[in-house]
C-alpha cells in the first residue's frame, strides 16, 4: 500500500467521522435520542453498588454498518 492509497483512506476515514459526528450533533439539538446500549437484545445487570451491560444487539449492528462500510472503502479504492 503506497502513500498516495493510505492518504485516501484517512481522508476518507476522517470525513465519515466528522458527517456521523455532524449528524449526532444536529439530532441532539433536535432532541433526537440515539441510545445505543439500551436496544432490546442488549443485557442490562443490576446489583447493589454495581451495574453491568452486554450491548449484544448494539454490537451485532455495529459490525454490519462496520462491514458495510468497509466494503464500499475497498470497492473504492480499487
Known amino acids: 500500500m503506497g502513500p498516495q492509497q493510505l492518504g485516501k483512506i484517512l481522508l476518507f476515514t476522517a470525513?465519515?467521522?466528522?458527517?456521523v459526528g455532524g449528524m449526532l450533533l444536529i439530532f441532539?439539538?433536535?432532541?433526537v435520542n440515539v441510545r445505543?446500549?439500551?436496544l432490546?437484545?442488549?443485557?442490562?445487570?443490576h446489583g447493589e453498588g454495581w451495574?453491568?451491560?452486554?450491548p449484544i444487539t448494539t454490537s451485532i449492528l455495529l459490525s454490519l454498518l462496520l462491514t458495510i462500510l468497509l466494503s464500499l472503502i475497498a470497492r473504492f479504492l480499487r
Open 15 to 19: 470525513l465519515v467521522l466528522a458527517l
Open 28 to 31: 441532539g439539538r433536535a432532541g
Open 40 to 45: 432490546p437484545g442488549d443485557i442490562r445487570l
Open 36 to 38: 445505543l446500549g439500551s
Open 51 to 54: 451495574s453491568c451491560v452486554v
